[in-house]
């Protein structure tokens, strides 16, 4: 899946606007009707066609704070591997998340 570029919403966005259906605006565009449909859902309103918009999927179970903590405890020698990070500071995490 390719990203659609910022001047594409605009133009997806536009024609959307000026009346034409999601299956005009996809054959014009190239783009599938459903990305007509949800570009025109998430940029139509505010038109901020740079915004990333909201990221799906799990989320993290590292905020930017302990990804400071286990990286100053590498750093410092207190903890000698991610493994020992794990065990000494985030026992609730599979080595593989650090």
């Known amino acids: 899946m390719s990203e659609t570029t910022a001047g ?6 536009a024609l959307k606007e000026a009346g ?3 299956g005009q605006v996809a054959g014009k565009e190239n783009v599938a009707p459903s990305a ?4 025109n859902e998430q940029y ?8 990333k918009g909201h990221k ?8 930017e704070k302990d990804m400071r ?3 100053r405890m590498l750093s410092s020698g207190k903890a000698k591997n991610a ?16």
């Open 83 to 98: 493994s020992d990070s794990k065990r000494k500071f985030f026992p609730h995490l599979h080595v593989d998340t650090l």
């Open 8 to 13: 594409k919403k605009g133009a997806i966005v």
């Open 56 to 63: 799906k999927g799990r989320p993290s179970k590292l905020d």
């Open 69 to 71: 903590k286990a990286a």
């Open 44 to 51: 139509g309103p505010n038109h901020d066609f740079e915004s």
């Open 36 to 39: 007509v449909s949800r570009i």
């Open 20 to 22: 034409m259906s999601n």
